[in-house]
């Protein structure tokens, strides 16, 4: 393949770094720091960009440090272990205004407040391993979908490398995946992804929870087919098919800035978008006249039940936002969107807009994407008027940020 000196320029969303081809096309390179020489072996041409691997250095960035974890670069997990915490938080932080830059044409954003993890590893709750043919556990190695065996992984809480050990996989069964799941009295729960809807043969030596997905629905092997976690002065019922914050501290210190910032509307109405199991609408139950969540996941909606039901002031919609929102007459004085990584589909915003929605907290789990969806906003009358940002995953380009827009 073909090998071409790039020196690299910064690192962009995605945990690659940025340089330039002798043609003058972008190539895009994983493992890399700013202002490094690397000799680049080309393993994607576009017309615009290529992608490659660093397969020597030149010159070597003083502020590389050595990554403790032994699968960095071949696993997926991580991007950012070569680098220390201090030099990862500036990185993402420029990420975020380059990306408000080009996509959102925001040259200066109100950022006042960064919220860094506690931990620098050691912080998830939970972790989601593949399975090969014979039962091996591991991550996908980067860009591919070859799977790298695995022992440990260092961003998991609690000791993954002991259960693992206890925890065995028949050959003949048609896993998928493999998600271990810490709830915060640290009780694991298991859950087994399949196409086979015959519950496969899983034996441990510790005590937890075993569920099996399949496209007949879940099963219990063991244990409970939920969990409990605890986010500030709250428990929250999640079961098996239900998201719930990888990293809890984090979870906290984002509702505690919602809480410094939502409006106390005492006979007014808040919409939870995305509202999952109902984190945030918990928090705010007692501040608002109603509350409404709209929430596509059946699992985690039954779960947002549980945990909402000691209120009568309380609706919940399953169904798709886009979808929901036409259907619903009443125009919220707070709305609260929690979108995926895709982020809010264009009927949501012209909603929004349409509405004249006063006041919108947007909670993302993705900077471009929140990018061009603020541009939207402020073109129909809305402002930027803080963006917060918390580093829920060191060691990876993921970037977690709560923006506040009035109109």
């Known amino acids: 393949m073909e090998k071409q000196q790039v020196r690299i320029e910064k690192l962009v969303y995605g945990g690659e770094g940025l340089g330039r081809l002798g043609d003058g096309r972008s190539v895009f390179v994983p493992f890399v720091l700013p202002g490094e020489m690397v000799m680049v072996e080309i393993t994607e041409e576009k017309q615009r960009y290529a992608r490659g691997e660093a397969v020597s250095w030149v010159e070597m960035s003083e502020k590389r440090i050595a990554p403790p974890c032994p699968y960095f670069a071949d696993c997926g997990g991580c991007h950012y272990q070569h680098m220390a915490y201090g030099d990862q938080i500036e990185t993402k932080l420029e990420i975020v205004k380059d990306l408000f830059s080009r996509n959102a044409a925001i040259d200066d954003i109100p950022l006042r407040v960064v919220e860094l993890s506690d931990k620098e590893y050691h912080y998830r709750n939970a972790v989601r391993l593949h399975v090969a043919d014979d039962g091996t556990l591991g991550f996908l190695q980067q860009g591919s979908n070859l799977l790298v065996p695995v022992a440990d992984c260092l961003l998991v809480k609690g000791h ?202 947007y909670v993302s789990c993705d900077p471009a994407t929140l990018a061009r969806d603020v541009k939207r906003l402020v073109r129909q009358g809305y402002r930027l008027e803080e963006v917060a940002f918390f580093d829920q995953f060191p060691q990876t380009y993921h970037v977690e940020t709560i923006s506040i827009l009035h109109r």
């Open 160 to 361: 993954l490398q002991k259960f693992l050990k206890q925890f065995t996989l028949s050959a003949e069964d048609s896993i998928n995946a493999v998600e271990f799941r810490w709830d915060s009295t640290d009780e694991v729960m298991i859950i087994v992804d399949s196409d086979d809807t015959t519950p496969p043969e899983v034996s441990i030596d510790f005590t937890g929870s075993i569920v099996h997905q399949s496209p007949a629905g879940q099963v219990v092997l063991a244990g409970s087919e939920s969990q409990i976690f605890s986010v500030g002065d709250y428990d929250f019922v999640v079961s098996a098919g239900s998201f719930f914050q990888a990293n809890l501290p984090m979870a906290e210190r984002m509702v505690a800035f919602l809480e410094s910032r939502v409006p106390d509307v005492a006979d007014g109405t808040l919409f939870d978008l995305y509202c999952g199991v109902g984190l945030f609408s918990r928090f705010f139950a007692e501040r608002f006249g109603k509350v409404v969540g709209i929430e596509q996941s059946p699992s985690a909606v039954a779960d947002f039940v549980v945990n909402l039901d000691a209120f009568d002031h309380i609706e919940i919609y399953e169904g798709a936002v886009e979808a929901i929102l036409p259907g619903i007459a009443e125009t919220p004085d707070v709305v609260i969107v929690d979108p995926p990584r895709s982020g809010l589909a264009g009927l949501v915003v012209d909603w929004l807009a349409e509405r004249q929605v006063p006041w919108i907290a």
